[in-house]
């Protein structure tokens, strides 16, 4: 309560929380969110947030960050939000982490998401031909991998993705993915710039030149297997900026840009 009284003058819409069952019944933690004046007569295009780090839940009860306003401003623009975790990110087990040893964004996270997207197009209210998915760092892979493995989303904005488990740290993807020459197939599943050639949909790439967590490398061979593959695509750069693309005037830049593509692409 102490945090929403500043907010009741902006007149804020609020997550609902429910869960999806995934094909074996894991019950997958989700939500949507839905503009003031939601009419469920109507056909609506629906933006799917994502992040699916190993036990990094963004199914929360609280608001996340700059998110907060920015998904309001997708409402007034006629758009539904929604976010569903994959089991790996609930934290809710070890054993439901262990889902993607080896395979980090893979399969597990894959499967888990097409059952979220399956649940949503199916209501009444959604637009199924106008699903759109975005997320940054390992939600910007996961967007990726997303729009080259399936052919379930119409538009998509990944924010400095790792495209290749090589280019990032040995401390975190070996974590899960063990050494290169241990999980040689991991490896080469997961390598999204082998993905790239399969691309479906209209995909934005965003990434800051200076960012030193995950390195601009990443964005750039998936782009340039994109090119090779004759695939269309958008690009953001934004110089000197590092991962967390963080100046005011970066963000509204950013974000402007995003609520633009979505009205373009979906």
Same mark, same amino acid.
Not at 152 to 178: C, H, L, N, P, R
């Given at each position: 309560d +102490? /945090? ?5 003058a902006?007149?804020?819409? #609020?997550p609902?929380?429910f ?8 019950a997958?933690p ?5 503009p003031?004046?939601?009419d469920?007569?109507?056909? #609506?295009?629906?933006i799917?947030?994502g992040y699916?780090g190993?036990?990094?839940p963004?199914v929360?009860?609280k608001f ?6 920015y998904?309001?401003?997708?409402l007034q623009? %006629? /758009?539904l939000?929604?976010?569903v975790d994959? &089991? +790996?990110a609930t934290? +809710?087990?070890?054993k439901?982490e262990?889902s ?5 964004y893979?399969? +597990?996270?894959?499967n888990?998401?097409?059952? %979220?997207i399956? =649940?949503?197009?199916?209501? @009444?209210y959604?637009? @199924?031909a !106008? ?5 940054w ?6 967007t990726?991998l997303?729009?080259?493995?399936? !052919?379930?989303?119409?538009a998509?904005?990944s924010?400095a993705?790792?495209?290749k =488990?090589?280019?990032y740290?040995?401390?975190w993807?070996?974590?899960a ?6 999980n040689v197939?991991?490896?080469k599943?997961c390598d999204?710039? !082998?993905?790239a050639?399969d691309l *479906?949909g &209209?995909?934005?790439l965003v ?5 030193d967590?995950? *390195?601009?490398?990443n964005?750039w *061979?998936?782009t340039d297997?994109l090119i090779?593959?004759?695939k269309m695509?958008?690009?953001m750069i934004y110089p000197m &900026?590092?991962?967390g693309?963080e100046?005011?005037p970066?963000r509204l *830049?950013l974000?402007?840009t ?5 009205? !373009?692409?979906l």
């Amino acid at each position: 309560d +102490s /945090f929403t009284g500043p907010l009741v003058a902006f007149d804020m819409a #609020y997550p609902e929380p429910f869960t999806i069952a995934a094909p074996d019944g894991f019950a997958l933690p989700a939500y949507i969110l839905k503009p003031k004046n939601f009419d469920p007569a109507k056909k #609506y295009p629906v933006i799917v947030y994502g992040y699916g780090g190993p036990s990094a839940p963004t199914v929360l009860d609280k608001f996340n960050g700059s998110d907060l306003f920015y998904n309001q401003i997708l409402l007034q623009e %006629g /758009f539904l939000v929604a976010c569903v975790d994959n &089991r +790996s990110a609930t934290g +809710s087990s070890k054993k439901a982490e262990n889902s993607i040893a080896g395979q980090m964004y893979g399969d +597990s996270e894959l499967n888990d998401l097409l059952a %979220g997207i399956k =649940w949503l197009k199916a209501q @009444p209210y959604v637009d @199924p031909a !106008r699903v759109g998915i975005w997320g940054w760092s390992g939600g910007g892979s996961l967007t990726m991998l997303a729009m080259t493995r399936s !052919r379930e989303f119409k538009a998509g904005i990944s924010v400095a993705g790792v495209t290749k =488990w090589e280019y990032y740290d040995t401390k975190w993807g070996e974590a899960a993915m063990k050494r290169p020459q241990d999980n040689v197939k991991g490896y080469k599943h997961c390598d999204l710039t !082998r993905r790239a050639k399969d691309l *479906h949909g &209209r995909l934005m790439l965003v990434h800051g030149t200076y960012d030193d967590n995950v *390195h601009i490398q990443n964005t750039w *061979h998936f782009t340039d297997e994109l090119i090779k593959a004759g695939k269309m695509f958008e690009m953001m750069i934004y110089p000197m &900026r590092k991962h967390g693309i963080e100046d005011l005037p970066a963000r509204l *830049h950013l974000f402007t840009t995003m609520v633009s593509f979505w009205k !373009r692409n979906l």
